[in-house]
């Protein structure tokens, strides 16, 4: 085998908060119809590398579900397959959670060895970011590198975000800093990865480290060793959508020109492939309307919806508004109600008369500042918002939370739970 994809796939993902209470983050829809791993998925098959193992950990069973046997990205060929790879009880009794990005490829480095590939392609499953990873490997063939890192220019003023890498002319690592205050370079890691097998095993095996990490232990060690390590540029759409602002922002990017910015979703030469439900055509009846949106099958539009991402199966009622908003799966929005500015997960129900999003306070969460200060509203799955409730700004309402019929106002930057 010449290379072995190996995709992390356990984060919790806690910045996206009330969308990962119950499900993984790779695991969490994106522009309606995916979900967010389904990028790195199909990345690997259109690159046309077919022996995966998808590394899972916290809530692993949405995404378990979703990938299957991995037939709708081809794995499910008779000489390739994806394995999927939970933390395990070792021979000697000693078992424990991934603890860092290299301790979780370390625990399964006897599944590398049996597999025996050349080379080893590590990826992170939460990324939204097309990218043919048989360009890297060229990369890292010509300059007869051990490891080769992608990487992407950002601004300077983010690159305290970010591991930032000093390069020489020829595109070798001289230098590496995580999340520096004063960067030397604009390089920014993107967490993808190829090393040669025999060299991720010994330092692997070599490295004590309990968090062992990529960016804090690995790559700086190979760095110091004076290891052949080099960089692949990446100059295309790329996003971490680890927040809040984040997510929205890239799906929203989705709607907008695709020579603009964002992901083009309709290149047939690049295709995201997915695990499909069967849902009739997507409905508009007379009183409704759609501007500037995605809107996936099994949708019932009667009302407006502008400037948003609809998942399969949404309703949308007459006199109804959704505006700037990404609303999740089977989530029903009755007459006169209006939303902007919002995420809502699956199987939410909104009310007559409501107004999701509403006003100009924008008070910071109390609970959570550092997730939403910029205005966005975000309800649980399965929540049932009463007819007549007005959900302000930067309001955080938890999965199966209720709203008290003789207090349906919830006030910017508040935080009800069940």
């Not at 993984?24 to 967010?36: D, E, L, T, Y």
């Not at 692993?60 to 579900?65: G, M, V």
């Not at 080379?119 to 890292?140: A, F, T």
């Not at 700086?220 to 390590?229: Q, S, T, Y």
């Amino acid at each position: 085998m010449e290379i072995l994809a190996m995709i992390l796939a356990g984060g919790r993902g806690s910045r996206l908060d009330i969308l990962s209470e119950k499900r993984v983050k790779p695991s969490v829809p994106f522009a309606g119809k995916f979900r967010i791993i389904d990028f790195t998925l199909s990345n690997c098959s259109n690159s046309h590398i077919y022996n995966i193992a998808l590394l899972t950990q916290y809530m692993p069973f949405s995404l378990n579900e979703h990938i299957g046997s991995g037939r709708p990205w081809d794995f499910d060929r008779r000489d390739t397959s994806i394995t999927l790879l939970q933390p395990h009880e070792k021979p000697d009794g000693h078992s424990k959670w991934y603890m860092g990005t290299a301790d979780a490829i370390k625990d399964n480095i006897e599944f590398i060895k049996r597999k025996e590939p050349k080379y080893v392609l590590i990826l992170s499953g939460d990324h939204i970011y097309k990218m043919n990873y048989n360009w890297m490997l060229n990369d890292h063939k010509n300059n007869n590198a051990e490891l080769t890192v992608a990487v992407k220019r950002v601004p300077m003023e983010e690159t305290s975000r970010f591991g930032i890498f000093e390069v020489n002319e020829d595109s070798k690592i001289i230098s590496f800093e995580e999340k520096p205050k004063e960067a030397k370079s604009d390089l920014a890691s993107m967490g993808i990865y190829i090393f040669n097998t025999d060299v991720l095993i010994k330092y692997l095996e070599d490295m004590l480290e309990e968090d062992l990490d990529f960016g804090k232990h690995v790559i700086p060690k190979m760095i110091e060793d004076e290891r052949k390590v080099f960089t692949h540029t990446y100059d295309s759409y790329w996003m971490d959508v680890g927040t809040y602002d984040s997510y929205l922002e890239a799906n929203l990017d989705l709607i907008k020109k695709s020579e603009e910015v964002g992901i083009n979703l309709y290149d047939q030469d690049w295709k995201i492939y997915t695990r499909s439900e069967d849902l009739a055509p997507v409905r508009i009846g007379a009183t409704g309307s759609v501007l500037n949106s995605l809107v996936c099958n099994g949708c019932k539009i009667e009302g407006r919806v502008e400037n948003s991402v609809l998942s399969p199966g949404v309703t949308v009622r007459k006199g109804a508004t959704v505006k700037n908003s990404i609303i999740f799966n089977n989530t029903y929005i009755d007459e006169n109600s209006h939303l902007d500015t919002v995420i809502i997960d699956k199987k939410v129900y909104i009310g007559k008369n409501c107004l999701i999003g509403h006003g100009d306070d924008l008070t910071p969460n109390k609970e959570k500042p550092e997730l939403l200060e910029n205005g966005i509203s975000v309800i649980g799955r399965s929540t049932i918002i009463p007819e007549g409730a007005v959900v302000e700004r930067n309001v955080r309402i938890c999965t199966r939370a209720k709203i008290d019929d003789k207090n349906k106002l919830i006030k910017s930057g508040e935080t009800l739970r069940r």
